[in-house]
């Protein structure tokens, strides 16, 4: 029997409750959806950034969230995180973003974004009824022979 082909777009979306088992199961699912589509080379890029984001949308909201995986092309992936917290963090919103400093526990994961992301960015919702507003946060991952991470390889 033929194997199936999806080429892009294709895309994912899985609701994640407020709890810290969360994380660890959108990484398991990115890298299951990146493998099935033969993006083995941005599993490890793509799942240092997305639990970042994943990560960030625990810590700062209190409500559910979501993760969203989109085929960006031949070899690129974007991945994008809803959190009903309306602030848009640096470097997604424009704002200075400093180095953390060097024996810092917190604030080093947007610093990621910022060096391994092929493009972010992040948007707004406003709107509609109570938990449906807040913001979107995403990155896109591309192969390494068209983007590299500034921090080199991850693996």
């Known amino acids: 029997m033929p194997l199936a082909t999806v080429t892009p777009p294709w895309a994912y979306t899985l609701q994640l409750p407020q709890d810290p088992r969360a994380p660890g199961i959108a990484r398991a699912t990115l890298r299951t959806v990146l493998l099935v589509h033969g993006m083995r080379d941005l599993v490890d890029t793509a799942e240092l950034l997305a639990s970042e984001l994943v990560t960030n949308a625990y810590r700062h909201s209190s409500a559910p969230y979501s993760l969203r995986l989109r085929g960006a092309g031949r070899n690129r992936v ?8 309306p602030v848009i963090p640096a470097p997604f919103g424009g704002g200075a973003m400093g180095e953390p400093p060097a024996l810092a526990e917190r604030g080093r994961g947007l610093h990621l974004v910022r060096e391994c992301a092929a493009s972010w960015g992040a948007y707004p919702i406003r709107g509609g009824l109570p938990g449906q ?3 979107v946060l995403w990155v896109e991952c591309a192969a390494h022979a068209e983007w590299e991470c500034q921090w080199g390889d991850l693996s």
Do not use: A, I, L, Q
Request: proline fraction near 0%; charged fraction near 25%.
């Open 133 to 135: 507003g807040g913001k």
């Open 78 to 85: 974007r991945v994008g995180v809803w959190d009903t917290n």
